[in-house]
């Protein structure tokens, strides 16, 4: 019930182009439809095929039951169809329940899973059971958001449209310190998507009612670059600094923007995680003390797949910086990869990925048994945003800028750009290998920019066979302008060494990687009392093919590999450090 846009959005996204917002303030790169991009094999395309396992088999009925149920509707059952079929038909029952609102004794507009005294209870501040009524609301207008503009589905968009109504007629009547107070109670991203209904119709009543949703107390300190994260629930936050990025976007107001950059540098360096995830028990802990947080339950998926939306709004707006991408590389192949559990061919995730010595995956909260997600009996958000994220990882490879194309993103895939007539293939093992080849088709003139990452040193650049002269700078973009000819070959290589990620508080505590990958040590079912001490010096590749290493570690030999393959044994991935690499 809560979770409608990621189940959404995971069934569209194959289907349709996505028209971009034009003329929006600060925006230079715009991403590709996803239907330009498409995966070759590789891991990311094992994500992504049991996800698309688990879409096919869920009853979409049982998702339909509490709305139906709290609009006074019938239960029936429907019959095998599409992807795209079972997205049309949830959206056509859901405006079948906002139709019965009379009759359920609601407002014009409303659309739930919970009642509406509900939100009465959230705005008197006495809602006391658990629920966050607008947290779901949001994720149902994000669905229907995308249903309208990925399917083209117009029912959508009505539904959509009154329920932002709904929304509008509700807050309009709140006075601000009403309006804050109430913000106490996790809402989503309702800036966001209102935001999005703003740049979506032109309507500028529904950036209006976004501007309700700033947080104040949240947004004040960031808009002065003030940590004050600590002890706030992490997931709660992130949203609402996504919506900030579109809402500069949508005004030009500088302020919005220092807020969404602001709150990502201060995560990113002071609160994140060698794999990119952050949080403990799902809350911010004081910056820069990683080290005293290392525990079963770090790194909730949902943070990391809301920070890699900030992350990508904000490259979008300064598109020479690196910065961004390397962080998106980062939290991409080292947490969200690895959150799914490649044993199962249903795809299902891990809410909190373990640092603690000795930890291992599937750990998720009491109430949804403790462990991996389920097909029905633990939908908690995380499984929602794993749905989406596995079937979305072409959307971050490519973007474009006029007559300039950007590589991001290193994995095997293929780019049509229908605007240059132009293909480009990514062949590639990386990151097991250093190389990257980019067979391009074309007959156009353009620019090419390809992210080398500040992971690497003396990075080459070649084509078709003959070395391009120039430094290659590390934590920059490469640029290539040139007319295309079909069948121009460039090789990006990217070499890899062994490097320490310290802990930001404890330099003696660190997490090994090899180029971009963190590793970890395998320790089958062994119980860790304590960290580890790893021997610098003991450690070495195994196999030019693999990445797997060994070393030494309190004095016995332990073999590590790439944490986002990690699954069914106990791991290590911080370690107390002698020696030197």
């Given at each position: 019930m809560l979770y409608l846009t990621q189940l959404l959005v995971a069934i569209a996204w194959p289907v349709i182009a996505i028209a971009q917002p034009a003329n929006l303030a600060g925006v230079v790169?715009?991403?590709?439809?996803?239907?330009?991009?498409?995966?070759?094999?590789?891991?990311?395309?094992?994500?992504?095929?049991?996800?698309?396992?688990?879409?096919?088999?869920?009853?979409?009925?049982?998702?339909?039951?509490?709305?139906?149920?709290?609009?006074?509707?019938?239960?029936?059952?429907?019959?095998?169809?599409?992807?795209?079929?079972?997205?049309?038909?949830?959206?056509?029952?859901?405006?079948?329940?906002?139709?019965?609102?009379?009759?359920?004794?609601?407002s014009t507009g409303y659309l739930s899973g919970f009642p509406e005294s509900e939100i009465a209870a959230v705005e008197a501040r006495t809602l006391s059971n658990g629920n966050v009524p607008?947290?779901?609301?949001?994720?149902?207008?994000?669905?229907?958001?995308?249903?309208?503009?990925?399917?083209?589905?117009?029912?959508?968009?009505?539904?959509?449209?009154?329920?932002?109504?709904?929304?509008?007629?509700?807050?309009?009547?709140?006075?601000?310190?009403?309006?804050?107070?109430?913000?106490?109670t996790e809402f989503g991203g309702m800036n966001d998507v209102l935001t999005e209904i703003h740049q979506q119709t032109g309507d500028k009543r529904w950036l209006s009612v976004a501007q309700r949703f700033d947080h104040a107390a949240v947004f004040d300190p960031l808009a002065s670059n003030r940590d004050q994260l600590s002890g706030l629930h992490a997931n709660t936050q992130v949203p609402k600094w996504i919506g900030a990025a579109r809402e500069y976007q949508s005004t030009g107001n500088t302020?919005?923007?220092?807020?969404?950059?602001?709150?990502?540098?201060?995560?990113?360096?002071?609160?994140?995680?060698?794999?990119?995830?952050?949080?403990?028990?799902?809350?911010?802990?004081?910056?820069?003390?990683?080290?005293?947080?290392?525990?079963?339950?770090?790194?909730?998926?949902?943070?990391?797949?809301?920070?890699?939306?900030?992350?990508?709004?904000l490259w979008r707006m300064d598109p020479n910086n690196t910065e961004y991408f390397d962080f998106?590389?980062?939290?991409?192949?080292?947490?969200?990869?690895?959150?799914?559990?490649?044993?199962?061919?249903?795809?299902?995730?891990?809410?909190?990925?373990?640092?603690?010595?000795?930890?291992?995956?599937?750990?998720?909260?009491?109430?949804?048994?403790?462990?991996?997600?389920?097909?029905?009996?633990?939908?908690?958000?995380?499984?929602?945003?794993?749905?989406?994220?596995?079937?979305?990882?072409?959307?971050?490879?490519?973007?474009?800028?006029?007559?300039?194309?950007?590589?991001?993103?290193?994995?095997?895939?293929?780019?049509?750009?229908?605007?240059?007539?132009?293909?480009?293939?990514?062949?590639?093992?990386?990151?097991?290998?250093?190389?990257?080849?980019?067979?391009?088709?074309?007959q156009s003139a353009w620019e090419l920019r390809v992210r080398i990452p500040s992971w690497t040193s003396a990075a080459e650049v070649s084509i078709n066979g003959e070395r391009v002269p120039g430094t290659v700078t590390s934590g920059a973009y490469f640029s290539i302008a040139r007319a295309w000819g079909p069948g121009d070959k460039v090789v990006i290589r990217l070499p890899m060494k062994l490097r320490l990620v310290p802990a930001n508080d404890k330099t003696s505590v660190a997490a090994i990687a090899y180029g971009p990958v963190v590793l970890s040590g395998n320790y089958g079912n062994s119980a860790l009392s304590s960290m580890p001490s790893l021997s610098l010096d003991s450690l070495r590749r195994l196999s030019s093919t693999s990445l797997d290493f060994a070393a030494t570690a309190d004095g016995k030999a332990i073999n590590l590999g790439p944490f986002y393959d990690a699954h069914g044994f106990n791991y290590n991935v911080y370690w107390m450090t002698t020696g030197k690499l």
């Amino acid at each position: 019930m809560l979770y409608l846009t990621q189940l959404l959005v995971a069934i569209a996204w194959p289907v349709i182009a996505i028209a971009q917002p034009a003329n929006l303030a600060g925006v230079v790169t715009h991403p590709f439809d996803l239907s330009s991009v498409s995966l070759t094999d590789s891991r990311w395309t094992g994500n992504q095929n049991r996800t698309i396992n688990y879409l096919k088999f869920i009853d979409v009925e049982r998702l339909l039951y509490n709305f139906r149920a709290n609009h006074r509707l019938a239960q029936h059952q429907m019959e095998d169809a599409t992807c795209r079929e079972r997205a049309t038909y949830f959206v056509a029952e859901l405006a079948k329940c906002q139709a019965n609102n009379a009759a359920a004794g609601f407002s014009t507009g409303y659309l739930s899973g919970f009642p509406e005294s509900e939100i009465a209870a959230v705005e008197a501040r006495t809602l006391s059971n658990g629920n966050v009524p607008y947290y779901a609301i949001h994720k149902t207008m994000a669905g229907l958001l995308d249903v309208w503009r990925i399917l083209d589905d117009r029912k959508a968009g009505d539904v959509l449209l009154a329920l932002a109504g709904w929304v509008d007629a509700r807050t309009a009547r709140l006075s601000y310190a009403q309006m804050q107070t109430m913000l106490g109670t996790e809402f989503g991203g309702m800036n966001d998507v209102l935001t999005e209904i703003h740049q979506q119709t032109g309507d500028k009543r529904w950036l209006s009612v976004a501007q309700r949703f700033d947080h104040a107390a949240v947004f004040d300190p960031l808009a002065s670059n003030r940590d004050q994260l600590s002890g706030l629930h992490a997931n709660t936050q992130v949203p609402k600094w996504i919506g900030a990025a579109r809402e500069y976007q949508s005004t030009g107001n500088t302020r919005y923007r220092d807020i969404a950059r602001n709150a990502w540098k201060m995560t990113v360096e002071a609160h994140s995680y060698a794999i990119g995830g952050n949080s403990q028990a799902e809350h911010f802990r004081p910056p820069n003390a990683i080290s005293q947080h290392l525990a079963k339950d770090t790194a909730e998926g949902c943070n990391t797949y809301n920070m890699l939306k900030l992350t990508r709004e904000l490259w979008r707006m300064d598109p020479n910086n690196t910065e961004y991408f390397d962080f998106y590389e980062r939290a991409l192949i080292n947490h969200m990869l690895g959150w799914q559990n490649p044993a199962d061919s249903h795809g299902h995730i891990t809410y909190f990925t373990s640092l603690n010595p000795g930890g291992r995956r599937g750990v998720g909260p009491a109430w949804g048994g403790g462990t991996w997600s389920t097909d029905y009996q633990s939908f908690w958000c995380c499984q929602g945003t794993g749905l989406e994220t596995n079937t979305k990882l072409m959307d971050s490879i490519y973007f474009h800028a006029d007559s300039t194309l950007f590589v991001n993103l290193f994995t095997p895939s293929v780019l049509k750009w229908a605007e240059r007539n132009t293909t480009v293939q990514q062949i590639t093992s990386f990151p097991v290998q250093d190389t990257v080849s980019l067979v391009i088709q074309s007959q156009s003139a353009w620019e090419l920019r390809v992210r080398i990452p500040s992971w690497t040193s003396a990075a080459e650049v070649s084509i078709n066979g003959e070395r391009v002269p120039g430094t290659v700078t590390s934590g920059a973009y490469f640029s290539i302008a040139r007319a295309w000819g079909p069948g121009d070959k460039v090789v990006i290589r990217l070499p890899m060494k062994l490097r320490l990620v310290p802990a930001n508080d404890k330099t003696s505590v660190a997490a090994i990687a090899y180029g971009p990958v963190v590793l970890s040590g395998n320790y089958g079912n062994s119980a860790l009392s304590s960290m580890p001490s790893l021997s610098l010096d003991s450690l070495r590749r195994l196999s030019s093919t693999s990445l797997d290493f060994a070393a030494t570690a309190d004095g016995k030999a332990i073999n590590l590999g790439p944490f986002y393959d990690a699954h069914g044994f106990n791991y290590n991935v911080y370690w107390m450090t002698t020696g030197k690499l």
